[in-house]
């Protein structure tokens, strides 16, 4: 069994184990004409029922052709072109490249005394990340962060921060804010740091979906005279369905106005930092407490990678606690840079090095113009929706989601309609021809595209809407048929 670890006498196993890996994926994605088979749960557990855990294979050939069967053959394929459900990213090979690195090399990025340069390229990229924002580096100003799990473990750390820097300890009267578009992992973190079940207040967004801002002030001033406690506005920049981004330099005066912590959830808009055409949508950025970014959605790297960055480093204090075997408190004035001081996590994945090695290749430009792609795609899209008759589109993306529905100029009934969009979808998932996402705007069922990947043509957008228009007409002429 010893032969199956990794070390000095099996590297050849090593070469030959991976190799094959790699074939078999590079033969699969080279393959794939759908992104999906459209396989139900019902049809694939069964294939797990002849599985033995504690009768392995022992040869790689047969583990990969098992493999195929329960995973490969009919997983989800981001890199398809008319995949266009999630914020999935199609990944970028350098990226690819060094998950083979960092998994054998396997450092920790708890500690220097695990990871050594590791933690250097983390906080290089800290650094870059941070003076992209406009934070200034290390150096000059004192910003730092953390590479996290991803964006909802960032929002998390971010309100950590806050709730510790706020100017009370009664949490019971800690607010949050944020717009009715925030992604619900502020909730989850509320609830998480002990705040009350009111503690997120909800702000009602404009016709863009931005944050309505005379409505943040209204309840800013609200909730101080009634003697509770702002501890911190959410700014959204990129919500999760429609893209939009909270008008951030106004968000940022209130803040300074009201001491509340301002942090800026860019886990989707984050790939803005590296375009050169567009960067200019993140203005006042620079003015965050604390900013989410996840590289794993507008960066097209691998899940996971992500960062929570902070102005003021030193803020990051109230997540360090010292362990006697790990970081004891000596290695401060040391002067040993051990990264678990700054994370809510222990043992952590280099996931940094994906960006490095994709940085060191491609360049952050290269990064910006496949995001600047997407979004000009999505414009594209815009139109051919706000055109079509048959569909009602939601609003104009300002990064790279559409969000619309189906509208048949001779039904009425919104819940006919609600249900044809809703069985669109599904139609359309289980043919595996396509992959769209849903949502609720007013209450209403929508269809989504989120365009990530740049391959993804109008043709294929057109194509699409044909395809949902084809499963919807096909729902309502078998409701009437049922009706009649
Ligand atoms: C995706 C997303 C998150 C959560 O990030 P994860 O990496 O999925 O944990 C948080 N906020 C916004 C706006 C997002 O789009």
Not at 295 to 311: E, N, T
Not at 391 to 413: E, H, I, K, N
Request: charged share 25%; hydrophobic share 40%.
């Amino acid at each position: 069994m010893r032969s199956h670890l990794l070390n000095d006498t099996t590297a050849e196993r090593y070469r030959r184990t991976a190799t094959a890996a790699v074939e078999r994926v590079a033969d699969k994605l080279a393959a794939t004409r759908k992104p999906f088979t459209g396989i139900t749960p019902e049809q694939l557990a069964p294939r797990f029922d002849a599985i033995d855990l504690d009768r392995p294979l022992g040869d790689t050939t047969a583990v990969l052709d098992e493999l195929e069967s329960v995973y490969l053959r009919d997983a989800v394929y981001f890199h398809h072109p008319r995949y266009l459900a999630h914020l999935n990213c199609p990944v970028v090979i350098p990226a690819v490249a060094a998950e083979a690195v960092l998994s054998a090399v396997n450092s920790s990025l708890d500690t220097w005394d695990q990871s050594a340069g590791a933690t250097l390229i983390e906080r290089r990229l800290v650094d870059w990340t941070a003076s992209r924002i406009g934070f200034g580096t290390a150096e000059e100003t004192g910003a730092d962060g953390v590479f996290t799990s991803g964006g909802s473990q960032s929002n998390l750390q971010a309100l950590l921060l806050a709730r510790e820097e706020a100017k009370t300890d009664d949490f019971a009267k800690l607010r949050v804010f944020a717009s009715e578009c925030g992604h619900f992992s502020v909730q989850k973190s509320a609830k998480l740091l002990g705040l009350s079940p009111e503690a997120v207040i909800a702000i009602p967004c404009d016709n863009d979906k931005r944050m309505r801002t005379v409505v943040l002030a209204r309840e800013l001033a609200r909730c101080t005279s009634e003697g509770l406690v702002p501890m911190a506005v959410v700014a959204t920049a990129g919500t999760t369905d429609f893209g939009s981004i909270d008008p951030l330099p106004e968000i940022a005066e209130l803040c300074e106005l009201y001491g509340a912590w301002m942090h800026v959830d860019a886990a989707y808009g984050c790939g803005l930092l590296a375009s050169r055409t567009r960067r200019h949508l993140l203005d006042g950025i620079e003015h965050a407490d604390s900013v989410t970014v996840d590289y794993h959605k507008s960066f097209f790297q691998p899940v996971s990678s992500s960062a929570l960055l902070v102005r003021d480093g030193a803020t990051l204090r109230h997540a360090t606690y010292h362990a006697e075997y790990l970081n004891p408190r000596r290695t401060v004035e040391e002067r040993i840079p051990n990264q678990v001081d700054k994370s809510l996590q222990t043992t952590r994945r280099f996931d940094a090095l994906k960006l490095w090695m994709t940085l060191r290749t491609m360049g952050a430009d290269g990064i910006g113009e496949l995001f600047d792609e997407v979004c000009d795609l999505a414009g594209e899209g815009w139109r051919l929706l706000a055109a079509d008759p048959r569909y009602d589109v939601v609003v104009q993306p300002s990064l790279s989601t559409l969000v619309f529905r189906y509208v048949p100029a001779d039904v009425t009934g919104p819940a006919v309609i609600d249900r044809a969009n809703l069985y669109a979808r599904k139609a359309l998932f289980a043919s595996g021809d396509a992959v769209v996402a849903g949502t609720k705007v007013g209450g209403k069922h929508y269809l989504k595209f989120t365009l990530l990947n740049p391959e993804t043509t109008l043709s294929d957008i057109a194509a699409v809407l044909d395809l949902i228009a084809g499963h919807a007409e096909q729902y309502l002429g078998e409701s009437l048929v049922h009706a009649s």
